[in-house]
C-alpha cells in the first residue's frame, strides 16, 4: 500500500506528511478537483471506462498492427456493431453515458462557445448519449431546443437518470441513425462520433443529416483532430491507437473531415481549435 501511495505522491495525486513515526496521505486540489467522484469535473467514470474497456486491449497491438485491421474478433462475440458489445448490459451503458457526460464537463462549454449557435433554434445532438452537450446548449442559447438523439436503450437511461422534466427544453430521439430517419432540423451536433466509423458510414450518416438539415442550417462536428502532416498532436495519435483495436473509425486530418463534408454537400467549412484537445467543424447545407 505504501508504495503505491507514494507513487500517488511523486504523480502530484496525494501529498503526504510525516510527524515522528506518523506518515500522512491526502488527495492534492488536483485529485479533489478531477478525480473524486463528488467533483462536477471528476474524471472518474471517464477514467474507468478506458481502463475497463479500452486498455487492456492494448495486448492487441502487435496483431493489430501486422493484420492492419481491428481485433474484435478476438475479445468479444463479433457482434457486427461495436456498440452492441459496449452496450452488453444497461450497467455498462450507464457507465459510458457516465464516461462521456465526465469528459464533456472539461470540454462541453469550449465546443458548445466556438462558433455563435444561436442563430439556431432547432437543435439535434446526433448520439447525444447523456445530454451533457444539451445541458450547455440550453445555458448558453436561451432560444434553443435541442433533440438529443441515440439508441433506444440509451435515450431510455437518459430520460430516467440524466435529464430532469425541468429540462424542458431537451427532447429526445430514440433511433439508430444508420436505419431510421434523423428529424428535421437547423443544427446537427456531431460530437465524437465520426471518429467511431469508417468513410462510408461517415458519408452514409452525413448525408442523411444534409438531406434533413433545414435551408440555412449547418453540422457541428467535434473531434479530436490529426495535424495536416500527421506529426501530431499526441493525444490524436494515441486515440487513434486506441480506435485501431474496437472501432472502424480512425482519427483524420482537417482536409480529410473537409473531403466528407464537401462529398455530402456541406460547404463553406471552418474549422476552429479549443482550449481541449477537440476541434470544432462548422459547415452549412
Ligand atoms: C463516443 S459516444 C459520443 C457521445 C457524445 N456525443 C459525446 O461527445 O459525449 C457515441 C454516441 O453515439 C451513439 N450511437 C452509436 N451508434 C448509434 C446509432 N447507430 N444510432 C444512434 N446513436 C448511436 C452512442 O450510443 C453514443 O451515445
Not at 495525486?13 to 478525480?35: A, C, M
Not at 471506462?49 to 501486422?66: C, G, M, Q, T
Request: proline share 4%; glycine share 4%; aromatic share 10%.
Amino acid at each position: 500500500m505504501e508504495k503505491l501511495l507514494d507513487a500517488c505522491v511523486a504523480l502530484k495525486l496525494l501529498k503526504v506528511e510525516r510527524k515522528n513515526t506518523q506518515v500522512l496521505y491526502g488527495n492534492t486540489d488536483l485529485s479533489n478537483l478531477y478525480l473524486a467522484k463528488s467533483s462536477p469535473k471528476s474524471q472518474y467514470y471517464y477514467m474507468m471506462f478506458f481502463s475497463e474497456s479500452l486498455y487492456s486491449k492494448f495486448h492487441y497491438l502487435a496483431d493489430a498492427v501486422r493484420e492492419g485491421k481491428w481485433q474484435r474478433e478476438k475479445f468479444d462475440n463479433s457482434p457486427k456493431n461495436i456498440f452492441e458489445e459496449l452496450y452488453s448490459s444497461k450497467e455498462n451503458i450507464k457507465k459510458i453515458m457516465l464516461a462521456m457526460n465526465a469528459s464533456c464537463s472539461l470540454c462541453g462549454r469550449d465546443v458548445m462557445t466556438a462558433f455563435d449557435l444561436s442563430h439556431f433554434p432547432l437543435i439535434c445532438d446526433v448520439g447525444g448519449c447523456g445530454g451533457a452537450l444539451a445541458k450547455e446548449c440550453i445555458s448558453l442559447y436561451p432560444n434553443s431546443t435541442i433533440t438529443i438523439l441515440d439508441l433506444p436503450e440509451v435515450v431510455k437511461i437518459a430520460k430516467k437518470d440524466f435529464v430532469s422534466a425541468e429540462e424542458h427544453r431537451i427532447n429526445f430521439c430514440a433511433v439508430d441513425f444508420f436505419k431510421d430517419p434523423v428529424p428535421e432540423a437547423d443544427l446537427y451536433i456531431l460530437a465524437r462520433i465520426l471518429l467511431d466509423w469508417d468513410d462510408e458510414s461517415c458519408m452514409e450518416l452525413l448525408t442523411k443529416v444534409h438531406k434533413a438539415c433545414k435551408p440555412g442550417g449547418g453540422v457541428l462536428i467535434s473531434e479530436i483532430v490529426l495535424n495536416e502532416d500527421r506529426s501530431g498532436p499526441i493525444e490524436a495519435h494515441f486515440a487513434s491507437m486506441l480506435l485501431l483495436f474496437y472501432f472502424e473509425g480512425k482519427i483524420r486530418t482537417p482536409s480529410e473531415l473537409s473531403r466528407l463534408l464537401s462529398a455530402t454537400g456541406f460547404k463553406e467549412i471552418q474549422m476552429k481549435k479549443t482550449q481541449s484537445q477537440y476541434n470544432v467543424i462548422l459547415a452549412r447545407k
